[in-house]
């Protein structure tokens, strides 16, 4: 998942979630969020 930007990750990661995809891979783009550190104020909202 490093291919990604941190900015393409939390774009994937919002995206995901407007458009209720399914909740393992939301949750795998979450998993390499946390991982990175990465902080969005939508996070915290949504999980």
């Not at 930007?5 to 990661?13: A, W």
């Not at 209720?20 to 104020?41: C, G, T, Y």
């Amino acid at each position: 998942m490093m291919e990604l930007s941190d900015q393409m990750l939390l774009e994937s990661y919002h995206q995901a979630i407007e458009l209720q995809l399914e909740h393992d891979f939301i949750a795998m783009l979450l998993v390499e969020i946390r991982k990175r550190n990465l902080h969005s104020p939508e996070l915290a909202v949504l999980h």
